[in-house]
């Protein structure tokens, strides 16, 4: 359902069915009304961020629905939920008015992002999920939120930063969606585990200062996904040596981070790690 809609007789039954599951905002208007008008403008405004819908009902065109809700004056606004009004408020307000009453209402914005990635999710779409769980992860990090981030990461193959995700969630929240990420995650390693880097991994065990080899390592490693054991490699390295290999160990170290990007976990670990050695 549109987040922008015109109430009339011929959907008013579908909304308020949509009331059931999200918050509808109903606002009854008037072209005759410039208050109306610049509500109408306000509350357009703040449905655009998604959290719920806004019903706008032309009393001068649907009138039956304006008496069915005995709406004494305009403009009126009523929040709808569970397919009946909760709350709201008649007259012009403040943005910042109608959002606080609305927050007593609605799902945090961490929710709404969460249950978009849901659905996506669920439809394969874990590349367009993401950004809403980092969303969500940021302004909420519990289990409820890195579950589903975690699930999201293993889809595109995001091993490490899906494994940090998982090591953190505590006993009581280890159901049966964790268990079923575990054993993804494990698969995923397993298939990670390449004889290339199991030969690579034997050499650099073997000659620990052959560092020609270690770039080998950690690019391999960083090709699997495996992002964070190649850091800590190189880091080992660079903690006795900044300037290792003629400063090449240091110059992978940075392209792997470059290449994780802002907002990842272990990037952002090692991006301290470094720091603490610079300075």
């Known amino acids: ?25 109903m606002a009854f208007w008037s072209q005759q009304s410039p208050e109306s008008l610049q509500l109408m403008q306000t509350l357009t405004q703040i449905a655009a961020e998604g959290r719920f819908v806004l019903a706008k009902v032309n009393c001068d065109q649907e ?12 403009p009126t606004t009523l929040v ?26 609605l799902p945090k914005a961490w929710q709404v992002a ?25 302004e ?11 699930d999201a990461l293993l889809a595109v193959a995001d ?19 964790y268990q079923s990420l575990k054993a993804k995650l494990s698969l995923a390693l397993d298939a990670a585990d ?20 270690l ?12 992002d964070e054991e190649a850091l800590e490699r190189l880091y080992l390295v660079l903690k006795t040596d900044l300037q290792a290999h003629q400063g090449e160990i240091k110059q992978l170290f940075m392209e792997i981070l470059t290449a994780l990007g802002q907002g990842h976990a272990v990037a952002n670990q090692y991006r301290r790690k470094l720091y603490t050695l610079l300075y």
């Open 215 to 226: 770039l080998s390592l950690a690019k391999a490693l960083h090709s699997a996904k495996r």
């Open 63 to 74: 009138m039956e629905i304006a008496n069915y809700f005995q709406i004494q004056s305009l």
């Open 80 to 105: 709808l939920k569970e397919g009946k009004p909760v709350d709201g408020f008649a007259g012009l307000q403040e943005a910042a008015q109608i959002e606080a009453l609305l927050d007593q209402h």
């Open 114 to 138: 969460l249950n978009q990635a849901k659905v996506q999710l669920a439809q394969g779409d874990a590349e367009g999920a993401l950004p809403l769980l980092k969303q969500a992860y940021q």
């Open 159 to 177: 091993i490490n930063q899906a494994k940090v995700l998982l090591d953190a969630i505590g006993l009581a929240d280890q159901d049966a969606y």
């Open 194 to 213: 390449t004889p290339e880097i199991r030969g690579l991994l034997e050499e650099v065990e073997q000659n620990p200062s052959d560092y020609a080899k």
């Open 1 to 25: 359902m549109d987040s922008v809609l015109d109430l009339t007789k011929e959907n008013i039954q579908q909304v308020v069915d949509a009331s059931m599951q999200q918050v509808v905002v």
């Open 140 to 150: 909420c990090q519990t289990a409820e939120v890195s579950l589903v981030y975690a």
